[in-house]
């Protein structure tokens, strides 16, 4: 166990919804990690937060967004949904400072 | 851009076997390495890193790295595989001092072991 949480841990959803993912860090890591792992394009980085800030951009479609609280949970919105935004959603958390990242369970998501 | 290349896509080895997955990366700069583990159904879990001094680092469960500048590789390996370590093997690389990224994955290696 990692000490990163994400729920939920599946998510069935029809093409063109919404829907939100969410996740909380291990106790004291400020940087929250999303990343998408598909069967085509493997893991891949969307984006990062810190401290409530975003700090960094990855392949991240603009259908997409996330936010972090101040409690320092964060949520990935993903909207409008297409077939092939299905895959394994990944958060992951790090200390300050730190360049190792641990991961969630994941939230599976199948977009029908 | 940084990228990760992992040559071995799938292999499949009997217990007791060494074992050696191929990493190599694509940056001009310094860079900090991983290797992360994904037991089937489970999350990823970090198996050891490299940040500088030693090239030869040594993680959890036996395994072990060695990082190559010349070659910009950085190859996992364990002298004796057992069954439990059927997984998906994942080698990434974030840049170091950049402070701000994600970490960029190679597209990973699933290991079978035959016992």
């Known amino acids: 166990d990692s000490g990163v949480t994400q729920t939920p841990k599946h998510l069935i959803t029809a093409t063109g919804q919404r829907v939100t993912l969410r996740c909380s860090p291990r106790s004291g890591d400020l940087s929250v990690y999303w990343y998408q792992q598909s069967l085509d394009q493997g893991l891949q980085f969307l984006i990062q937060y810190y401290n409530g800030e975003e700090r960094a951009k990855g392949n991240i479609l603009e259908r997409f967004s996330a936010q972090q609280f101040p409690d320092l949970h964060s949520e990935l919105n993903l909207s409008s949904l297409e077939l092939g935004d299905s895959a394994l959603y990944f958060c992951?958390?790090?200390?300050?400072?730190?360049?190792?990242?641990?991961f969630g369970p994941g939230t599976r998501l199948t977009v029908t | 851009a940084q990228s990760v290349s992992q040559h071995n896509h799938h292999v499949i080895l009997s217990e007791a076997a060494s074992l050696e997955l191929g990493c190599n990366y694509s940056?001009?700069?310094?860079?900090?390495l991983f290797w992360y583990v994904q037991y089937p159904g489970q999350h990823l879990q970090l198996l050891l890193k490299?940040?500088?001094?030693?090239?030869l680092v040594k993680g959890i469960k036996g395994f072990e790295a060695e990082f190559i500048k010349s070659k910009f590789s950085f190859n996992l390996r364990k002298p004796s595989v057992q069954w439990s370590d059927t997984a998906e093997y994942f080698c990434a690389v974030i840049i170091s001092g950049g402070g701000a990224d994600g970490l960029t994955f190679g597209k990973g290696t699933h290991l079978i072991i035959q016992p």
């Open positions: 490299y940040f500088s001094g030693d090239p």
């Open positions: 992951a958390s790090s200390a300050a400072g730190a360049y190792e990242q641990y």
């Open positions: 940056y001009g700069g310094t860079v900090n």
